[in-house]
């Protein structure tokens, strides 16, 4: 599984749009990218995933560049509910099973 | 469908007994893992199985700990000894591989503490 590497916390106001950015240098050519959310005392919860370019759905933008050595997670407007800690994952899960190693992801703090 | 269920929600012991936490997988998904949350290192691998036969089990810190799927309704953790160390949270998560999402579902958690 690649190696990824986020920053440890963010913070941001009510209303603002989030930006979280991943580095995978070493991704393979058969790797995908996935988002995972985890609220306080919950399992984590599956965002959005992508290959390359942009990813689009009802909670989050996924945006890919050509190299795909990186990765942003953008949040539309935040709210209040939006605090959790948002995980990128980078692998083939094809061949591995999707077989997933979290670490600690990163802590997004929505303060009014 | 009820989603993914764990129990105990909540587990106290001693040091030294022995721990048994239970998933329950989504009827239908052919993949389980078993992971460990703490503070110091995150949320980690620790086996998954596949079909009910375990594929890696290269997280499992310790002989302490084993993991069974007898059949495709039902998996259990077994800590024996436990130790202080071991209080986590244990996050049991299911998948399909029927679908190109590569989504896990994930279950509430056993929240473990060993006195």
């Known amino acids: 599984l690649a190696k990824t590497t986020q920053p440890i916390s963010m913070d941001s106001y009510e209303g603002q749009e989030v930006n979280i950015t991943c580095s995978h240098n070493?991704?393979?050519?058969?790797?995908?990218i996935t988002w995972y959310q985890q609220f306080p005392s919950q399992g984590p919860r599956f965002i959005i995933q992508?290959?390359?370019t942009k990813v689009t759905n009802e909670v989050a933008s996924l945006f890919i560049p050509a190299d795909r050595k990186s990765s942003t997670l953008s949040l539309p407007r935040v709210s209040l509910s939006d605090t959790a800690v948002y995980y990128c994952?980078?692998?083939?899960?094809?061949?591995?099973?999707?077989?997933?190693?979290f670490g600690k992801g990163t802590s997004l703090l929505v303060t009014p | 469908d009820a989603g993914v269920i764990q129990s105990p929600r909540h587990e106290v012991t001693e040091m030294g007994q022995e721990v048994t936490l239970r998933c329950k997988p989504i009827?239908?998904?052919?993949?389980l893992f078993w992971y460990r949350q703490t503070m110091m290192r995150g949320l980690e691998l620790l086996i998954y199985?596949?079909?009910?036969?375990?594929?890696?089990d290269s997280g499992m810190p310790e002989d302490r700990f084993s993991a069974k799927m007898p059949n495709a309704s039902f998996s259990t953790l077994k800590i024996q000894p436990s130790e202080p160390r071991d209080s986590a949270v244990y996050f049991c998560?299911?998948?399909?591989?029927?679908?190109?999402?590569?989504?896990?579902?994930f279950g509430p958690g056993t929240r473990l503490t060993v006195t």
């Open positions: 994952l980078v692998g083939d899960y094809s061949n591995s099973g999707y077989a997933l190693n």
């Open positions: 070493n991704i393979a050519t058969n790797d995908y």
């Open positions: 992508g290959y390359k």
């Open positions: 009827s239908g998904h052919d993949y």
């Open positions: 199985f596949n079909n009910n036969v375990p594929i890696d």
């Open positions: 998560a299911t998948g399909t591989s029927g679908t190109v999402s590569y989504e896990q579902y």
